[in-house]
């Protein structure tokens, strides 16, 4: 399958963009978020693919950044998620909006999408939550291998981890500075800043 597409964008469309590389021209659709950040024509642009395979042929989802194609894909593993669901979602949240969504249980952020219904959007969080809650875990696992345990980093760092699962720079340096006690390791600090953020 394709995993991008690198070519000179020759039109913009309503929903879906065409691009030509090698000769041939791609027909891909986008969600609307992308459409103000995309190059004018003529220019070079590269483009992550999803294709989808349906009776009638195949049709190329396309997003500007690997971020928002994983999210996608991972919309479409939820029994009842289309692809046209998928690219409302992908459309009105943002990936790290949305991985926050799912981890705090805010199925409102997800009725607020054109075409997503309660128990649509209930049904997103039950079947994506543990996914998302082991790769925030790795996340974390990561960055503690990879930083000291010096007092004067471990605020910086449980900022870090923090802004890494989606959170602002400002949520996370609040939080932070509420749960930080000097004899508390970097992964205790971000425990409780995540209870924290969460209550």
């Given at each position: 399958m394709l995993a991008y597409i690198k070519g000179i964008l020759q039109a913009v469309k309503s929903d879906s963009v065409i691009v030509e590389t090698g000769g041939l021209g791609f027909n891909i659709t986008m969600p609307l978020s992308a459409f103000d950040k995309l190059p004018q024509t003529g220019s070079e642009v590269r483009i992550y693919t999803y294709t989808h395979i349906r009776d009638d042929g195949w049709v190329l989802y396309g997003f500007l950044n690997d971020d928002e194609l994983k999210m996608f894909e991972k919309l479409l593993k939820v029994s009842g998620v289309g692809p046209k669901a998928a690219?409302?979602?992908v459309s009105n949240i943002s990936p790290s909006h949305f991985g926050l969504a799912v981890l705090s249980d805010d199925a409102d952020a997800f009725v607020k999408v054109p075409g997503i219904g309660k128990?649509?959007?209930l049904r997103i969080i039950l079947e994506l939550k543990d996914m998302f809650k082991k790769e925030q875990g790795r996340e974390i696992k990561g960055l503690l291998a990879s930083t000291g345990e010096k007092p004067e980093n471990k605020i910086n760092d449980a900022v870090s981890a923090l802004m890494m699962l989606g959170y602002s720079s400002q949520q996370a340096?609040?939080?932070v500075s509420s749960v930080y006690n000097s004899e508390k390791d970097?992964?205790?600090i971000?425990?409780?800043?995540l209870k924290s953020l969460a209550g």
């Open positions: 690219m409302s979602l128990k649509t959007a340096n609040t939080a970097l992964e205790t971000i425990r409780d800043a």
